[in-house]
């Protein structure tokens, strides 16, 4: 844009302002973690390492990390599938009803997650269906393809069929062609989907609380479950600290990954 | 980096690979393969079988359901579910003034979210797309988002540290004989902007990213001013852009319950209605009820929206 050398300094301006306001929130968990008292008391007094320490031996953290896991792995995997038969689907062919699948598949994450909470608790319990792992990676899953349907999608524009026309002219089957063409163009984009769809579930709180079991907590679960107890602070400081250099990780793998300036599509 | 744009390389692939010539070995895999060749719906129906069972039947039949148990209630003594139609539940929504304080409450802050974030994310986004340099564009891009993917729990966690008595706010603010605004609807409605910013900044980008230059250059030429070149020909082109970055603000803010719990003390916004009626009263019909009204209000602001386009830039 023609821009005046003061409203370019004055932009400039607006974009230091925007990133402190961003990262200073996240760097005070990360100083706080280090913070010896145990209230949130500012400056912190004295600094130390005994929390992390502390939080390394934390069984039920631990326990909760664990489960995450299990649930994000299980919920990308089915994403995974589900998103990218879905992407095909869009970009390949022409059907009645294509124009509402956008909607549709982002409609888990656009509505609030109380109410896709809500509405899979009913279903469950209107099937009978007993609250476990099943039942959290079922409703992981769902809003977790929007994330793997929007990467495809997006490469599969890009990339185009003619390479895939050229295959079948030379005399490749339709699963040869998958095989040595299809997929090899879309190798990086399926890992920077499954990445973000993990980090998605990782985080995920709201629809989680409603689909889980009793004793069934996700790290986030066990977050919100001590952050009201005063004694527990130390520890859930140090798990904040640690998803908050996490966070790193999803955003390093798509934009090594995916070649994608935009750092992947929610 | 990217392998397919290399078409060479992988014509070699498929030459050399040991598999590429099955033809012999493998007549059934190849009659199937053929089969599916010539048959462009039947692949279509297996692309789409799964996921639309998942979305259509498993995602919209569990919001059908919970639609339904919307119109139940449950016995105050017992707490059983009856499953028999009625309006009550509606009804007290609407007559009860509590529910309609909250709800007004509710489209306050998540209309008050969306606008202070339309507002820090333009200046940010006009910064990235046309006077960053191309490097610096990548680097910001991924300084903006990192934190999207930084737990939504910390971040709320982190304005209660920041907002605490005698936390950094208080602290930063106390020469000046302030003090921040402590746990409250104020926090709240922080706290939710600075979550969702991200949401607004990186559509806002994306749609001057696909400004081109050259028409800024005519406007210029033609003798506006950069603000008039701003609100004439960038605002109207990003419009969209700004209106999908407001779909999540402003939804996401209309069912929050977990920063409301974090930092909003005594507050209460619609989500924890929902919420409450689910875990403190047990009364699913009344929560069911109670969430059909973000849904509705949600439903109303895209069908409101849709013709600007901003579906598209989701």
């Known amino acids: 844009m023609i821009l005046s050398r003061r409203a370019r300094i004055a932009l400039a301006g607006a974009m230091v302002v925007g990133l402190a306001i961003i990262y200073v929130p996240l760097l005070l968990v990360l100083l706080n973690s280090l913070n010896s008292s145990r209230t949130f008391g500012f400056p912190p007094t004295g600094l130390t390492l005994e929390w992390w320490r502390r939080t390394l031996d934390n069984a039920g953290a631990r326990s909760a990390l664990w489960t995450s896991v299990k649930v994000g792995l299980g919920a990308t995997a089915l994403a995974l599938l589900l998103g990218t038969c879905l992407a095909f689907a869009v970009q390949r062919y022409r059907f009645f009803g294509r124009d509402v699948i956008s909607l549709l598949v982002v409609l888990p994450i656009a509505l609030p997650g109380i109410v896709t909470g809500i509405a899979l608790n009913s279903a469950f319990n209107a099937g009978g269906v007993p609250f476990g792992y099943f039942t959290v990676i079922v409703a992981h899953a769902t809003f977790c393809i929007v994330i793997v349907y929007n990467n495809i999608l997006a490469r599969l524009r890009r990339t185009g069929t003619s390479l895939e026309e050229a295959s079948a002219d030379l005399g490749a089957t339709t699963f040869q062609t998958f095989r040595y063409v299809t997929f090899p163009q879309l190798r990086s984009a399926l890992v920077a989907a499954a990445v973000l769809a993990f980090a998605l579930s990782f985080d995920e709180i709201v629809v989680t609380t409603f689909t889980t079991a009793p004793g069934l907590q996700t790290l986030p679960l066990w977050i919100f479950d001590n952050l009201f107890r005063p004694n527990q602070a130390p520890v859930v400081n140090v798990v904040a600290a640690v998803l908050v250099l996490l966070s790193v990780l999803p955003i390093w793998a798509v934009l090594r990954l995916s070649g994608d300036e935009t750092g992947g599509r929610l | ?314």
């Open chain 2, 1 to 314: 980096m990217d392998a397919g744009l290399d078409g060479d390389q992988e014509l070699t692939a498929v030459q050399e690979a040991p598999g590429s010539r099955p033809v012999r070995r493998d007549p059934a895999g190849v009659r199937a393969a053929s089969f599916l060749h010539r048959s462009p719906r039947v692949r279509l129906a297996a692309l789409l079988a799964a996921p639309m069972v998942w979305l259509v039947v498993a995602y919209l039949g569990s919001l059908a359901v919970m639609f339904a148990a919307a119109f139940w209630s449950t016995d105050s003594f017992t707490g059983a579910l009856i499953k028999q139609a009625s309006w009550d539940n509606f009804r007290t929504l609407v007559e009860e003034p509590v529910y309609r304080r909250i709800a007004l409450r509710t489209l306050g802050v998540a209309a008050t979210v969306t606008v202070v974030d339309a507002l820090i994310a333009l200046p940010i986004a006009v910064y990235m797309a046309k006077v960053a340099r191309p490097r610096a564009r990548r680097l910001l891009v991924a300084l903006i988002l990192t934190p999207l993917w930084a737990s939504y729990l910390v971040k709320a966690y982190a304005w209660r540290i920041l907002l605490s008595s005698d936390g950094p706010v208080d602290w930063a603010l106390g020469p000046l004989h302030l003090s921040g605004p402590g746990y409250g609807l104020a926090a709240v409605t922080l706290t939710l902007a600075y979550l969702w910013l991200p949401f607004m900044i990186l559509p806002v980008y994306a749609g001057l990213d696909r400004v081109p230059d050259s028409l800024l250059e005519a406007s210029a030429d033609l003798g506006a001013p950069a603000g008039r070149t701003f609100r004439s020909v960038v605002l109207p082109l990003i419009f969209p852009a700004l209106v999908a970055g407001s779909i999540f603000t402003f939804s996401l803010s209309l069912g929050d319950y977990i920063t409301v719990k974090i930092v909003g003390g005594r507050t209460q916004l619609f989500g924890n209605v929902i919420y409450d009626n689910i875990g403190v009263a047990a009364n699913l019909p009344f929560a069911a009820a109670a969430a059909v009204v973000p849904v509705a209000v949600i439903l109303l602001y895209l069908a409101l929206v849709r013709r600007t386009g901003a579906l598209e830039n989701l």
